[in-house]
């Protein structure tokens, strides 16, 4: 099921937990690890009519951030292969997020991991950090590492589309490994349309008979219908049930297309105090 797992890195020690969570994931899955890291070149103009010294400077400074580089991946290397992981390297040069991107349509990995770096409000809404912008357009399942990461249990945003349930299938599947229990969590914010009082009774109703379906199908399952905005709902359920994690389902996208996901998986993402696995289904 989880064949590649591709875990990219930057040179501090954040890059730590993405491994601990990659180490415990190919134990159950017998899955190859990558770790990549990006170095992006200098953005400096007229670098090559700088004086001489000070452009030497520059580039003396990339080198050693290459050696810093692979230095910090071989000793990654090597711990993974003392937990008998199957592990390769690579260091990549470019923009940090499309260099990623780019990487995994090489790979085709099964899952992306990384650690979630602490940011302000300002600099999100500026730039986006790298993990969640590598979330928001890869074709591929991203898993953010928010803190330490068990699978003791694990909360599925739920919306009755196709992209939900296969992301519900993708839990099943880590929680027969983990033992995790699941909590299905289903936000009805259906009573903004009050005009059609009558018809939304009806389809509440028939959400709740599709929620226990879901119920009794599978087993360790629990189910939750609350009302409020999806993104709200998700975070505080699940913060409330004591998950370790928050799956969310979102539709494939277009062969060779990169575009970003809705408000609402991004605020799942940005505002979730737990990690946060964004699994991409495979309808267009």
């Avoid at 993990?131 to 803190?147: C, D, N, Q, W």
């Avoid at 059609?196 to 009806?202: I, P, Q, T």
Wanted: include cysteine; charge should be negative; glycine fraction near 4%.
């Amino acid at each position: 099921m989880l064949h590649n797992l591709v875990v990219p890195v930057d040179l501090t020690d954040t890059g730590k937990k993405a491994l601990e969570v990659a180490v415990k994931t190919s134990k159950e899955f017998n899955s190859k690890v990558w770790i990549i890291t990006v170095l992006e070149k200098p953005n400096i103009p007229f670098l090559q009519e700088l004086p001489e010294e000070e452009r030497n400077a520059i580039l003396s400074l990339n080198e050693k951030l290459k050696s810093k580089a692979i230095e910090t991946l071989e000793s990654y290397k090597e711990y993974l292969k003392t937990q008998d992981v199957d592990t390769e390297y690579k260091i990549l040069e470019g923009d940090t997020v499309e260099s990623i991107l780019d990487f995994c349509e090489t790979i085709v990995p099964d899952l992306i991991i990384m650690p979630s770096h602490q940011k302000s409000d300002i600099e999100l809404q500026a730039i986006g950090s790298v993990s969640l912008r590598v979330a928001s357009k890869s074709k591929y399942p991203v898993l953010v590492i928010k803190g330490s990461l068990n699978f003791n249990k694990i909360a599925v945003a739920y919306d009755f589309l196709p992209s939900s349930q296969e992301a519900l299938e993708f839990t099943l599947s880590l929680s027969k490994h983990f033992g995790s229990k699941i909590v299905v969590i289903h936000a009805d914010n259906d009573r903004n349309y009050s005009h059609l009082k009558s018809v939304l009774e009806k389809v509440r109703q028939h959400k709740i008979e599709k929620l226990q379906q879901l119920k009794n199908i599978y087993e360790n399952i629990e189910v939750y219908l609350t009302e409020g905005s999806p993104d709200k709902v998700v975070v505080e359920e699940a913060v409330k049930e004591n998950a370790d994690l928050i799956v969310v389902g979102k539709r494939q996208l277009k062969e060779g297309k990169r575009t970003f996901i809705g408000s609402t998986s991004y605020k799942i993402l940005k505002d979730s105090p737990i990690s946060v696995l964004i699994y991409r289904g495979y309808h267009e």
